[in-house]
């Protein structure tokens, strides 16, 4: 009875949340990177060199890095409904604001190239803390060993934003001329609308903690919260952290510079994808489509592999292995000249990049509990997401200094190598996700 009264009730709570989530995080990644797809008609409009762009492109991080643990902290405290609402209204808003740079550079004097880096910076503001809220979020709502699918469900949001989203990027790129806007405004407009509408849907669909879910039978509603609450207890009985000693603590120190190496890899090779297969002589739409193809490889591993760690109940191969993949993809990139081989490269990247996420993400939800949790995931998002200024920005430095991408593709691969490494020398500790079954 008690094993039906557990599928039943994941099965209602997944249906009932994780695919609203998706949705949201669909939107606020694609509204993150839409700019990468902008870039191979903005940048010539608005004067941008590569190593401006890549700056622009990484300064997000940095405004995110400040934000994120504060904003993370003020969601536990008021709650995902209320928090998450904000932040997606206030994205939504600056999102749209990229379409008019031109105008705003004029009305103030700053310039195209100054104004780009206040929105991003305005922008990394107000989306800082939504990925760590929401990977938060759901330690509410899902015992230890159904995490890394459920993240893995929920982060498939980052490559089918790319994969749906780059078509769809690429087609309103031909939207040009339309009520006197350029194309890439057009994408920035258009693409900013689902985040301020589902800002207003957030508020009233969300339920902040199990104890609250009406629409849940009570024996779903019992078992779930003596479920979570039995985990809680055993994982502070062996880990008990306060706010400050997570924020300081070494293991969560160790894992933001794991996520750094992740996440270097990801923005550094998402953000100047599009340019790089653009050189293979492809038109714009075409390019799009083909920077796609990494993400369909992506989308099919972040599921599977996170299925595949929980049912072995293995976490630190499956967060090493997929590392070195990117890393030997990115790398091996370099040394190819035909686009079909440097495109296959890329997909070997691709399954690595998204793969590793899911996985990760159970290493810091097994020993933090309640606001440490909260503190602890925003802090290794945080510095892990630092790599989305450095990674771009190296990137476009070194094309700019170079003539070539290799050598920025490179550095990706040895930031993936160094995370890989980390992740072995951390280690697991294997009692932290078998604690239901000891505890009952």
């Given at each position: 009875?008690?094993h039906?009264?557990?599928?039943?009730?994941?099965?209602?709570?997944?249906?009932?949340?994780?695919p609203?989530?998706?949705?949201?995080?669909?939107?606020?990644?694609?509204?993150?990177?839409?700019?990468?797809?902008?870039?191979?008609?903005?940048n010539?409009?608005?004067?941008l060199?590569?190593?401006?762009?890549?700056?622009?492109?990484?300064?997000?991080?940095?405004?995110?890095?400040?934000?994120?643990v504060?904003?993370?902290?003020?969601?536990?405290?008021?709650?995902?409904?209320?928090?998450i609402?904000?932040?997606?209204?206030?994205?939504?808003?600056?999102?749209?604001?990229?379409?008019?740079?031109?105008?705003?550079?004029?009305a103030?004097?700053?310039?195209?190239?100054?104004?780009?880096?206040?929105?991003?910076?305005?922008?990394?503001?107000?989306?800082?803390?939504?990925?760590?809220?929401?990977?938060?979020?759901?330690?509410?709502?899902?015992?230890?060993?159904?995490?890394?699918?459920?993240?893995?469900?929920?982060?498939?949001a980052?490559?089918?934003?790319t994969?749906i989203?780059?078509?769809?990027?690429?087609?309103?790129?031909?939207?040009?001329?339309?009520?006197?806007?350029a194309?890439?405004?057009?994408?920035?407009?258009?693409?900013?609308?689902?985040?301020?509408?589902?800002?207003?849907?957030?508020?009233?669909?969300?339920?902040?903690?199990?104890?609250?879910?009406?629409?849940?039978?009570?024996?779903?509603?019992?078992?779930?919260?003596?479920?979570?609450?039995?985990?809680?207890?055993?994982?502070?009985?062996?880990?008990?952290y306060?706010?400050?000693?997570?924020?300081?603590?070494?293991?969560?120190?160790?894992l933001?510079?794991?996520?750094?190496?992740?996440?270097?890899?990801?923005?550094?090779?998402?953000?100047?994808?599009?340019?790089?297969?653009?050189?293979?002589?492809?038109?714009?739409?075409?390019?799009?489509?083909v920077?796609?193809?990494?993400?369909?490889?992506?989308?099919?591993?972040?599921?599977?592999?996170?299925?595949?760690?929980?049912?072995?109940?293995e976490?630190?191969?499956?967060?090493?292995?997929?590392?070195?993949?990117?890393?030997?993809?990115?790398?091996?990139?370099?040394?190819?000249?035909?686009?079909t081989?440097?495109?296959?490269?890329?997909?070997?990247?691709?399954?690595?990049?998204?793969?590793?996420?899911?996985?990760f993400?159970?290493?810091?939800?097994a020993?933090?509990?309640?606001?440490?949790?909260?503190?602890?995931?925003?802090?290794?998002?945080?510095?892990?997401?630092?790599?989305?200024?450095?990674?771009?920005?190296?990137?476009?430095?070194?094309?700019?200094?170079?003539?070539?991408?290799?050598?920025?593709?490179?550095?990706?691969?040895?930031?993936?190598?160094?995370?890989?490494?980390?992740?072995?020398?951390?280690?697991?500790?294997?009692?932290?996700?078998?604690?239901?079954?000891?505890?009952?």
């Amino acid at each position: 009875m008690m094993h039906a009264l557990e599928i039943r009730t994941i099965a209602r709570v997944s249906k009932r949340l994780v695919p609203f989530l998706i949705i949201c995080y669909f939107v606020a990644y694609l509204d993150r990177v839409n700019v990468g797809f902008a870039a191979l008609t903005m940048n010539q409009d608005l004067g941008l060199s590569q190593t401006a762009f890549g700056f622009g492109a990484g300064i997000f991080f940095i405004a995110y890095f400040i934000f994120e643990v504060p904003s993370n902290l003020l969601l536990e405290r008021f709650g995902a409904r209320k928090w998450i609402a904000r932040i997606m209204l206030s994205w939504g808003i600056l999102s749209g604001a990229m379409a008019f740079i031109p105008n705003i550079a004029r009305a103030t004097g700053l310039g195209n190239e100054h104004t780009f880096y206040l929105l991003r910076v305005l922008l990394g503001a107000a989306e800082a803390g939504f990925f760590p809220g929401i990977i938060f979020y759901l330690t509410l709502w899902f015992p230890t060993e159904y995490r890394a699918r459920i993240v893995g469900y929920f982060m498939a949001a980052i490559p089918l934003s790319t994969v749906i989203g780059a078509p769809i990027s690429g087609a309103l790129l031909y939207l040009h001329g339309g009520l006197g806007l350029a194309g890439w405004q057009w994408l920035f407009v258009i693409e900013a609308v689902p985040a301020i509408i589902l800002a207003g849907v957030v508020f009233f669909y969300l339920t902040d903690r199990p104890a609250d879910a009406t629409w849940l039978a009570t024996d779903e509603r019992n078992w779930l919260a003596e479920r979570l609450e039995v985990e809680r207890r055993h994982r502070e009985t062996l880990h008990s952290y306060t706010v400050t000693q997570a924020l300081v603590n070494p293991r969560v120190i160790g894992l933001s510079l794991v996520y750094f190496g992740a996440v270097a890899t990801n923005y550094g090779l998402s953000f100047f994808l599009p340019q790089i297969v653009k050189a293979f002589g492809l038109n714009t739409f075409l390019t799009t489509i083909v920077s796609a193809a990494p993400y369909v490889v992506g989308l099919v591993a972040m599921v599977w592999w996170g299925r595949r760690s929980d049912r072995h109940v293995e976490r630190r191969f499956h967060a090493a292995f997929p590392l070195f993949l990117a890393a030997a993809g990115i790398a091996v990139s370099t040394a190819l000249d035909d686009p079909t081989l440097k495109m296959l490269s890329f997909c070997v990247a691709g399954f690595g990049i998204f793969a590793c996420l899911p996985v990760f993400w159970t290493l810091p939800t097994a020993f933090l509990s309640g606001a440490a949790a909260a503190a602890g995931i925003a802090v290794i998002n945080s510095i892990g997401n630092l790599a989305g200024f450095a990674g771009p920005f190296a990137m476009g430095w070194i094309k700019d200094h170079t003539g070539s991408y290799a050598g920025g593709l490179l550095l990706l691969a040895a930031l993936g190598i160094i995370a890989m490494g980390i992740v072995l020398m951390l280690g697991h500790d294997d009692a932290l996700e078998r604690a239901p079954a000891s505890a009952e």
